[in-house]
């Protein structure tokens, strides 16, 4: 007897719309996305994901914070990086360069809340009573509503996203797009490629309250952000992302 994977998604089932990509040259890179943002994603709403503009690891993040990051008034996107100007040093006065962790015709692959397929084993010779749950081989995904088994501990947990093997993905994103921008700044049609839920394309929702009433995209939007960053008022700057789904790639291994 198997888990209830009536609505399990299997890796190839994304065929009919999806696009075909010449990946030659470009990089596999992990990002991980929570389960509402994978759902958008599935159901073809979220186009764009926002990523706080941070030091680079190594030297740079001993002299720049985030402090004098959020300080900076102008900077461009140059070199697949951000050269950030000095907000006090005159005019074009080079303050320094963030590298963006995804560049233009990167492939992400999404990492996702999971667990793997399991079925009920008897014992031969034995009663059901003495069976038990092994691993099929499979993966299942926590945004397709799946019920796991409660019989043991090994299988009726979900495993977090940034734990998922490659193996499992089953979700591939191509950058198009990255530019950088203040938070705050995210326009109507932006909050609504980040894929919040709308009723009636009139009410948005409110992902802190869990109800809907926001009239405006922006305003559901800075929800979301404030159910997983609770940074908002910081206003900091972003790194905007946009991407296509895309087939798994032939040789992503």
């Not at 999806?18 to 996305?33: C, E, N």
């Not at 186009?47 to 740079?60: E, L, N």
């Not at 996203?161 to 994103?173: D, G, Q, T, V």
């Not at 919040?196 to 939007?221: G, V």
């Amino acid at each position: 007897t198997k888990m209830d994977t009536k609505n399990k998604t299997s890796k190839d089932d994304f065929n009919a719309t999806s696009h075909k990509t010449d990946v030659i040259g470009s990089r596999f890179k992990p990002i991980l996305f929570s389960t509402p943002m994978v759902q958008a994603i599935l159901d073809g709403r979220k186009s764009q994901t926002r990523r706080i503009v941070k030091p680079m690891r190594g030297m740079q993040s001993e002299w720049l914070s985030m402090d004098l990051i959020n300080k900076v008034k102008e900077g461009q996107i140059v070199k697949g990086g951000w050269q950030m100007f000095h907000p006090n040093g005159g005019e074009k006065s080079p303050l320094g360069w963030i590298k963006s962790n995804y560049q233009i015709g990167d492939i992400l692959w999404v990492r996702e809340t999971w667990q793997q397929e399991c079925e009920l084993i008897q014992i031969a010779g034995g009663d059901w009573s003495n069976a038990y749950l092994n691993a099929t081989g499979n993966y299942v995904y926590k945004s397709d509503n799946i019920i796991l088994p409660s019989e043991t501990e090994t299988f009726s947990k979900w495993k977090p996203s940034i734990f998922m093997p490659k193996e499992a993905c089953r979700i591939f994103l191509k950058v198009t797009n990255v530019r950088v921008e203040r938070l705050n700044d995210i326009s109507e049609g932006d909050a609504i490629s980040e894929g919040i839920i709308s009723k009636n394309e009139k009410l948005f929702f409110d992902y802190e309250n869990k109800t809907f009433h926001y009239l405006s995209p922006q305003n559901s939007f800075k929800s979301l952000w404030n159910s997983i960053n609770k940074n908002w008022e910081e206003n900091p700057f972003v790194w905007v992302y946009t991407f296509e789904r895309i087939e798994r790639p032939h040789d992503f291994r």
